[in-house]
């Protein structure tokens, strides 16, 4: 580990403190404000919002993120969104878009298909309105996978399960290995890049790649199964006995509840059911809840030091839930701002208000503590050059 520059986290420290295990955020706080923040993405089509979303999650994880390979995993999510973005593009050009145009780009040979497949098309005609929309589609659904990325950068998924209920603990264990798997997969090959680069040997291309994946390979299986003996050595898979009335009673209750949740937000989102719905929400809700709290008791495990939802937690849940309600509210004031016509093609423009709600999001990157120097993150590269150097006066003093 590195020490990161004095001079880069002094003036954040003014703000917030420096992290430890008693001041430590909780890490339902990040996943609730990253949820925010994608929900308001989800509410927009304008890619000058969606790019400011995007800026202000990076921002919160450039200026709070750690070394733990957990961490490196939003440059990942960056690069699947531009995947993403790319599909959707050769997707609407290949296939056609549903939108009309007029501004003709280029006219592909198209194949013939039979009478059965009569709506679909292969090649045609590519205009700009059915690229711009297809973009602005993937731009969208880029903001959604950044934002999830930030939340997996920021949170520890090992704390995270700590938090959640006895009930949900086997369902988060299988989450949080599916979710941690993909950093532990970049870290050993970032690892092993580095120490390829230090050999002398080449890193990139389709050789390289294939050299690194064995060794990646092998240290997963070897990640498998030492998780599962720490699991199996922590008790993991045994639960207390529970009379048969209360598994009964929990079994109606949390699927009664989430009947009940499912026919509450029914009848909120229809215009019949305005009067049954909020109270069959909340009845639902409830059943839900208490069919949790039992299910419970089958888990037998005790939490050493919990993690506690204070001030600032809320202030970063907080941030994020204004920003999700305030996008739900420019969609319903001014809907044409947030969604940038196609037809005919018109330039987007920044809505000043949805602009300045997004920014809202910023917060988290003044509030939460500060990870200690001894934890910023370091690249791969500038890793790679202090053990050069290292090795350099190694070899000048011997």
């Keep these: 580990m590195a020490d990161a520059a004095p001079g880069r986290l002094a003036p954040r420290r003014r703000l917030a403190p420096q992290a430890h295990r008693s001041n430590a955020l909780h890490p339902g706080a990040w996943w609730l404000w990253a949820l925010g923040?994608?929900?308001?993405?989800?509410?927009?089509?304008?890619?000058?919002?969606?790019?400011?979303?995007?800026?202000?999650?990076?921002?919160?994880?450039?200026?709070?993120?750690?070394?733990?390979?957990?961490?490196?995993?939003y440059g990942a999510f960056v690069k699947i969104a531009l995947v993403v973005i790319g599909i959707r593009l050769v997707f609407a050009i290949v296939l056609g878009s549903p939108i009309p145009g007029t501004h003709l780009i280029v006219t592909l040979p198209e194949v013939p298909l039979p009478e059965w497949a009569q709506g679909v098309r292969i090649g045609g005609r590519v205009t700009a309105e059915g690229v711009l929309f297809a973009l602005y589609d993937g731009v969208r659904l880029a903001g959604l996978l950044i934002c999830v990325g930030a939340a997996n950068a920021l949170a520890s998924p090992a704390r995270l399960l700590k938090s959640l209920p006895g009930a949900l603990y086997e369902v988060g264990v299988a989450v949080v290995v599916a979710m941690t798997f993909a950093p532990n997969l970049i870290a050993d090959v970032q690892r092993l890049r580095a120490?390829?680069?230090?050999?002398?040997?080449?890193?990139?291309?389709?050789?390289?790649?294939?050299?690194?994946?064995?060794?990646?390979?092998?240290?997963?299986?070897?990640?498998?199964?030492?998780?599962?003996?720490?699991?199996?050595?922590?008790?993991?898979?045994?639960?207390?006995?529970?009379?048969?009335?209360?598994?009964?009673?929990?079994?109606?209750?949390?699927l009664g509840g989430l009947m009940g949740v499912c026919a509450g937000t029914y009848g909120l989102l229809t215009a019949d059911g305005s009067t049954y719905g909020l109270p069959v929400l909340a009845v639902g809700l409830g059943a839900?809840?208490?069919?949790?709290?039992?299910?419970g008791r089958r888990s037998v495990r005790t939490r050493y030091r919990p993690d506690r939802w204070g001030v600032r937690a809320w202030l970063v849940a907080g941030s994020g839930a204004a920003v999700a309600a305030l996008m739900i509210a420019a969609n319903s004031a001014a809907g044409n701002a947030l969604h940038p016509g196609v037809v005919p093609l018109v330039a987007p423009t920044l809505p000043l208000l949805p602009a300045a709600a997004v920014l809202i999001g910023l917060l988290p990157a003044f509030v939460a503590p500060v990870p200690p120097p001894a934890e910023a993150p370091?690249?791969?590269?500038a890793a790679a050059r202090t053990a050069r150097s290292t090795r350099a006066a190694e070899e000048k003093t011997s």
């Design 37 to 73: 923040l994608a929900t308001a993405a989800s509410r927009t089509t304008n890619p000058l919002l969606i790019g400011l979303l995007i800026g202000v999650a990076g921002y919160v994880v450039a200026a709070r993120r750690t070394s733990a390979p957990w961490a490196r995993s």
């Design 288 to 295: 839900a809840l208490g069919g949790l709290w039992l299910g």
């Design 378 to 381: 370091v690249s791969a590269r």
């Design 195 to 254: 120490a390829r680069r230090l050999r002398g040997r080449p890193d990139k291309g389709v050789r390289g790649l294939l050299q690194v994946g064995l060794p990646v390979l092998e240290g997963a299986l070897e990640r498998s199964v030492a998780l599962a003996a720490a699991m199996d050595a922590r008790g993991f898979g045994r639960t207390a006995a529970v009379p048969a009335r209360v598994r009964g009673t929990t079994a109606v209750l949390t």
